[in-house]
């Protein structure tokens, strides 16, 4: 049964500054990869999707990797800011469903 | 750019008492999700849909939902007898293949009382 963790669960950061969010999945079967945005009592917004036969994906100051062998995906933000204060969730398709199953989230603070 | 609505956006309902919660997809899109969230708690998987049937579903999707297409935009889902614990965020999402990218409407609140 596939499983997704994320860590830290929580992270503060001065603006300005570049950091990683984690994502480990338990089965490397896992097929796509998905990177979300929830702002809090909102919808969740589609930020990178990473195929299974790609290793990272940029859009902006975000780029996501994917290593199936290692169980893990991470997302590297640059040069932060207040507005991307926000939860960031981590979901894999599993092997042979087309349903999403979502990492417990990191809620990252970009401090002024 | 194309999105994904929802409505309503906030429910209350008294225990017992059956909810429809009311999505519109992507429109060309053609797989459909029901996920909820429980405050502080996962994003969890409900059911997905294609072709007009169920295509999967999860242990919580019990006898007490159901899901409807009922025309060639919207996509429901119908609780039979609320109870407590049903309380929750539930997100309608789509995507235009399987294993593609989903896109998520912005959620119904339910509060069951």
């Known amino acids: 049964k596939q499983e997704v963790t994320q860590i830290p669960a929580a992270l503060s950061v001065p603006e300005g500054e570049n950091l990683v969010l984690n994502c480990s999945f338990t089965d490397s079967a896992i097929y796509n990869l998905q990177w979300f945005r929830q702002d809090p009592g909102k919808g969740l917004t589609s930020l990178l999707l990473i195929q299974s036969s790609q290793r990272e994906q940029t859009s902006g100051r975000l780029n996501a990797s994917l290593d199936k062998s290692s169980g893990r995906s991470t997302l590297y933000i640059a040069a932060s800011q207040p507005g991307d204060s926000a939860t960031y969730l981590c979901?894999?398709?599993?092997?042979?469903?087309?349903?999403?199953?979502f990492g417990t989230g990191t809620l990252l603070a970009v401090q002024p | 750019e194309p999105e994904v609505t929802q409505t309503p956006s906030h429910q209350v309902t008294q225990m017992g008492q059956e909810v429809i919660l009311r999505c519109v997809p992507i429109s060309n899109h053609l797989y459909f999700y029901w996920y909820r969230q429980i405050l502080g708690q996962k994003v969890e998987f409900l059911v997905s849909?294609?072709?007009?049937?169920?295509?999967?579903k999860s242990e919580i999707f019990d006898d007490q939902f159901s899901v409807e297409r009922p025309d060639g935009s919207n996509f429901t889902l119908k609780i039979r007898s609320t109870k407590l614990e049903d309380s929750a965020m539930y997100f309608c999402a789509s995507s235009d293949f399987g294993v593609n990218e989903q896109y998520f409407g912005p959620g119904t609140r339910l509060t069951v009382t």
């Open positions: 979901a894999g398709y599993g092997g042979a469903t087309n349903k999403l199953i």
């Open positions: 849909f294609y072709n007009n049937e169920i295509s999967e």
